[in-house]
T-cell receptor
């Protein structure tokens, strides 16, 4: 399973775009890259998943370079409700995802 | 998206008693479910993989006799914390994949907060 490295915390203001980069140097060929969001006292919630290049859905974009050793989650125009911990995970083809420490995003008014 | 539900969401028990937490996949079948625990301000730690119709697979350092897992049907897995002690107080979260395991996309329950007095 890929070991991931993310910034421990990030601060932003409402309306700004936030980019969180994750390193996963030993990601396997078959591994997908998945990002989850977790609010306090709740289970993680799936945000977006990708294999390579760019993926976009209604809440975020995910950029993955050709070497797949990193990925960047982009949250457009964040609001206060986006304050949460964001986890980047690589692998989990057997479903047993190993969570890293995540990035605590604080959005300020 | 798929829904995974846990019950109870909160439980308080006395030291030495056993507590059962249920994890249900509401709109899909899950032959595999995963149990995590999370301490305050810490990340999720995978405890075990629950397999329908067979024994659970425990991660290193997790006592299988302490944390009993039963996956008797395709929609229900239970975690029983036996002879609970205050150090077992934690947030327990289950998850399940609804499209097989290959994509790594999991759906998580709401979590169950256990407090052992």
């Amino acid at each position: 399973l890929a070991k991931t490295t993310q910034p421990i915390s990030m601060d932003s203001y409402e309306g700004q775009e936030v980019n969180i980069t994750c390193s996963h140097n030993n990601i396997a060929t078959n591994d997908y890259i998945t990002w989850y969001q977790q609010f306090p006292s709740q289970g993680p919630r799936f945000i977006i998943q990708g294999y390579k290049t760019k993926v976009t859905n209604e809440v975020a974009s995910l950029f993955i370079p050709a070497d797949r050793k990193s990925s960047t989650l982009s949250l457009p125009r964040v609001s206060l409700s986006d304050t949460a911990v964001y986890y980047c995970l690589g692998g989990g083809s057997q479903g047993n995802l190993i969570f890293g420490k995540g990035t605590k995003l604080s959005v300020k008014p | 998206g798929a829904v995974v539900s846990q019950h109870p969401s909160r439980v308080i028990c006395k030291s030495g008693t056993s507590v059962k937490i249920e994890c249900r996949s509401l709109d899909f079948q899950a032959t595999t479910m995963f149990w995590y625990r999370q301490f305050p301000k810490k990340s999720l730690m995978l405890m075990a993989t629950s397999n329908e119709g067979s024994k659970a697979t425990y991660e290193q350092g997790v006592e299988k006799d302490k944390f009993l897992i039963n996956h008797a049907s395709l929609t229900l897995s239970t975690l029983t914390v036996t002879s609970a002690h205050p150090e077992d107080s934690s947030f327990y979260i289950c998850s399940a994949p609804d499209r097989g395991l290959s994509t790594g996309e999991l759906f998580f329950g709401e979590g169950s907060r256990l407090t052992v007095l």
